[in-house]
DNA sequence: GTGAAAGCGCTAACAG
DNA sequence: CTGTTAGCGCTTTCAC
């Protein structure tokens, strides 16, 4: 591996400059730099990340924890939020993805890493929340909405989201909805919940807590539930999916049904994930912007590992209503 | 930061000592291994990764080099591959991932890691495969067949696979057999369309030319294709899908045409994603064992950079045909 | 502007 | 069995 010196040894400088001409030192001659850097391209240089971190107490290694990586993330969730960061991440760090479940903190190896994106989906990510908080360890929060304000968490409006959906089939002439929610301990489904709530007292349509039911994400989850949904005997004419996964399910079941979306009943679900505009019949859904939040969150840490001043700690971006024909209208 | 001399301090011992024992040297006293490491584990200690990596001339990372990253790739391949690297990576490596389309080979830093395993899914990718072989590089290549002898290779038997689905479904009755293939420079495309080629050959069904198409591995592309293949006088009865987007998309061109799958027209996907034993039909499709591609590969990988001997350069794991619902017996 | 020397945390001879 | 010493490749004082 051709090194520093090898650089020095051939441009007849100390191994010293050649460092200073590489990391753009003012304290170098432009000419000298100009050679140097022309001789590193030459001699196919490429540093050694292990020693310039071992000096520099740097680790260029950015580390992605994911809630529940092995188990209910709908998998485009992963490859948004990877190229998110990936487009901002300048070519000094390397993104590594881990889950965060384990099952006993100490174990993380945080000293590999210079900082972390937690893409957090569930309330049980706030002990590792509160882990990193108490280690003074760099990172951000995306996806789930974190109180502390000494948090940096980038977040999309869900609730407003899922109000404006549900404004539109109430406009649609809805007011039997019903919602299916994703896991129980997950703040989006709080959230999602309360938008629909907060569209309903708008409309000053009564609840049917019957109607309000609480899966996990899941496909399946959306299928049982919607099953449930359809063996009441006033039956919802539209149903909320917490997000795109239940809103399949729930398809599904209308169909084994022998019913029909959305002449019988009509869906909403949440995500815009690719497939769903190919479903029959295609979904009318809530797009949440994951890639943008990925790279605000990612440029926010870039900050806070490089200690520029983060000026707003707390962004929150809007979601998306794409209208399909999944919603009838009444 | 807590490192191994500090530990040497409060043990009353040498650095040199410490790194023995936590390294686990048969020349170390068992007692004092014992003491040390409690110690260690007391005082919270991690090793400096770029302190170890400096002086052993190791990265402690392993790259995921993806084909197309940022289009055309099935997200959950991306996040089955991840699950199942993980599942076999011991922690000292960290895994990080990256997207093959670089303009510049020159570009990337193989430097940063100790291997990589290449997720190749197009021909595409050789020119990247060729530039690591040519250095000397730790890697492996897993889903795309490569022919080098000399290159570590984890493949499915897709051919074998396509076969055995369309085997069952001319066993249905099925004479009339289209295929949707995916990319053209893919090499998975090439391969399954043999298997679709081999199965009509054992059952002397004439090959209609016609019925043969290309996509691109995406929903709008099976979408487009079905669409033609729905625009001919003589329709097939049959559609082999290179993959299950392909196969989503084929299904609402069905729909579109106000015909049903299977009654009308029966259709195949490959791959199993989650999503497609809820569609309406559930769709009948290949499963490939990706995730036990991708640890047969890491373990390969990681013979490789620790100099053990591999045995076996090259392996292929079977397919597993899922019946469902969309194939109708004529 | 440039170089000599020290040191980051760790491992590996070499000595005892 | 354990300690002393040197050195991995790089950056950073401190001199000149």
Redesign the interface.
């Known amino acids: 591996?051709v090194t520093i010196k090898d650089i020095a040894k051939a441009a007849g400088v100390s191994h010293t400059t050649v460092s200073r001409a590489l990391n753009n030192s003012s304290l170098i001659k432009n000419e000298t730099k100009q050679k140097i850097r022309q001789l590193a391209k030459e001699m196919?240089y490429?540093?050694?990340?292990?020693?310039?971190?071992?000096v520099n107490q740097k680790?260029?290694?950015i580390?992605l924890f994911f809630s529940s990586?092995?188990k209910g993330?709908s998998?485009?969730f992963?490859?948004?939020s990877?190229?998110g960061i990936?487009s901002v991440l300048d070519?000094n760090y390397?993104?590594?993805?881990?889950?965060i479940d384990v099952v006993d903190l100490?174990?993380i190896?945080?000293?590999?890493y210079d900082g972390l994106i937690v893409m957090s989906q569930s309330d049980d990510d706030q002990p590792f929340i509160d882990y990193l908080k108490e280690k003074e360890f760099p990172f951000v929060v995306v996806n789930r909405h974190i109180n502390d304000p000494a948090v940096i968490n980038v977040t999309a409006d869900d609730a407003a989201g899922v109000m404006q959906a549900v404004d539109y089939g109430i406009g649609c002439g809805h007011t039997k909805i019903a919602y299916i929610g994703g896991k129980k301990n997950f703040r989006s489904t709080k959230e999602r919940e309360k938008g629909v709530l907060k569209s309903l007292k708008k409309a000053s349509i009564p609840v049917n807590l019957a109607y309000f039911l609480t899966g996990d994400y899941s496909?399946e989850s959306?299928?049982q539930n919607m099953e449930y949904l359809l063996s009441l005997s006033d039956l919802p004419t539209l149903v909320f999916c917490g997000n795109d996964?239940i809103a399949?399910?729930a398809?599904?079941a209308v169909?084994l049904a022998g019913l029909r979306v959305p002449q019988n009943i009509s869906l909403i679900g949440f995500d815009d994930s690719?497939?769903v505009?190919?479903?029959?019949p295609?979904l009318t859904t809530v797009r949440k912007p994951l890639k943008e939040m990925c790279q605000e969150g990612t440029k926010l840490l870039l900050d806070l590992i490089e200690g520029r001043t983060i000026e707003q700690s707390k962004i929150e971006l809007s979601t998306l209503l794409i209208l399909r024909e999944s919603i009838n209208y009444l």
Not at 94 to 99: H, M
Not at 277 to 280: G, R, V
């Open positions: 591996m196919n490429s540093p050694n990340y292990s020693a310039k971190g071992l680790k260029y290694l580390g990586l092995h993330t998998s485009n992963l490859a948004d990877i190229a990936h070519t390397s993104l590594s993805v881990e889950s100490t174990e190896n945080l000293q590999r496909l959306g299928l996964d399949i399910g398809l599904r169909h690719p497939v505009s190919y479903l029959n295609p």
